[in-house]
């Protein structure tokens, strides 16, 4: 693929994630792990300042070792799935629909929580 394909690919995850960390209940780091892959094919500079950002960062380089999640991060997806799906059950109402959702929200919980802990300096 052209290296503008992955450049705006890259570009515009980041830009959603960013904007998502001001908006209550969006996911923001999945949005900067996307742009962060796609800049790495696109644009290697772009992926290495977006990587050494000191508030992002972290949580992308966990990943990037051993796709490891803080503690406080499964904490805020857990709570962020939870509230959301809540919200959708008040609107929505009971319903398959509703319950697939749930089932679907609690499995990638479930898989969030199974994934290992950033390393502390002695590891």
Do not use: C, Y
């Amino acid at each position: 693929m052209p290296l503008f394909f992955w450049r705006i690919l890259g570009f515009t995850s980041v830009g959603i994630g960013m904007i998502n960390a001001f908006i209550p209940l969006m996911p923001t780091t999945v949005f900067l792990l996307v742009g962060a892959w796609a800049l790495s094919k696109g644009s290697p500079e772009w992926r290495a300042k977006l990587i050494a950002h000191p508030r992002f960062g972290r949580a992308l380089r966990d990943w990037e070792d051993g796709r490891r999640v803080s503690r406080r991060g499964k904490r805020l997806a857990a709570l962020g799935m939870a509230v959301g799906w809540a919200i959708v059950v008040v609107w929505q109402g009971i319903s398959p629909w509703t319950v697939g959702v749930g089932v679907l929200l609690a499995a990638i919980a479930t898989w969030l929580w199974r994934r290992p802990e950033p390393r502390t300096d002695g590891q």
